[in-house]
């Protein structure tokens, strides 16, 4: 493998930090928790991204998950094109926001209603304020290491980039405002059972990814889903499952579907628009019945349910609606490739502990079991950093972060898994 350049990126950073804070638009792209400058990218197909540089390099980012066909699928980006031609934006209903919240009340029948939005946090923010109007309580409980998107009540013991930065709150935030947010442990349900004892007839709902996917990949334990479902409902609190990476990823209808759960609400990103800036909570009629103009939670948007973004995810939908073996070949390709990843690493001595789900992976560096943001925390991250830095030297884009998913798409061939395990083979032992 000759040696890469990076000039272009090197600049381009260079001038973005001028005027970007960070040179970046959101934290963990400058990736500096493994101590490395960022690539920037030109473009994107299937399963490669194209650095500025003209690098070529496998995707295991996939956007942070939208791009499960691969990126620039052709008919996605057909429709996309066809809407363009009749503009950008109306600020006023159209036909393909009610054809796209039908597409997800089929997927998600418990999403009996949906609004649309522009982001995973405005869904979850909204989805919150929606289950405080509803059941006339103040608490929220979420869980440490779970990342539910930036807004204030949320940013309390998060995951992702908070963690990748290791601040564990954000300033910014009144202490007065956090103090409404619990915080449990993930998958220990004493942790939540006690604070549903301490603060009885007090919590609004319970906000949790089914799979934590922020923290690295924690699969829940068995069992631990449904025990929120049960303490949920025996107090009268809502559960808000945040499937904003989940979401027509594990199956066409996320984390509900595959693990047979059926929460209040439900909130979806990424995928949903595929590749759009578009994300939806939505729940029980009864639920939705109380967002303005019918409630008095209010919650609105310029650009909710725009027409290029509604666009792109009906088309993707559409494509995984239609293909559900995707499923099966995302997974059976993530499989092959934690199997294959499990063997060299840990052939004589366990270096890696893997997680997997469906077609969502992290590779931890610790010998140890990691099922908690207290096993998270104690991996080796310097390690994970030289990993990267081994990787994407060599051809391969993995998160800039230990705290992070990799995500696998349809587009990713048996030659792409083949390629990535022969570069992990050439960094072996780790040592
Ligand atoms: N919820 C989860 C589970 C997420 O992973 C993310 C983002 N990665 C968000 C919410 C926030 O979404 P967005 O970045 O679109 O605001």
Redesign the pocket.
Known sequence: MQSRNYKKSEKYFELSKKYIPGGVN?PVRAARAVHCDPVFIKSALGSKIYDADGNEYIDYVCS??PAILGHAYPVVLEKVKKALKKGLSFGAPTKKEYILAEMINEAMPVMEQVRLVN??????MSAVRLARGYTKKDLILKFTG?????SDGLLVMAG?GVLTEAISSSAGVPNDYAKNTLVAEFNDSDSVSALFDKYKGKIAAVIV?PVA??MGVIPPKKGFLEFLRKITKENDSLLIF?????GFRLAKGGACEYYNIEPDIV?V??IVGGGM?L?AYGGRKEIMACISPLGDVYQAGTLSGNPIATAAGIATLEVLFEHQEIYKHIDESAKILADGIEKIMNADIKRVHINRVGSLMSVFFTSKIVSCYKDVISCDLDKYASYYSFLRENGIYIAPSQFEAAFISDAHDSEDIKNTLEVIKKFGGVE
Do not use: L, M, Q
């Open positions: 959101s942070w998950g982001s995973g946090t405005e869904a979850t779970c990342y539910h998107g930036h992702s990814e996917a922020n945040d499937e904003v990476i989940t909130t990103g990424k800036p994300a």
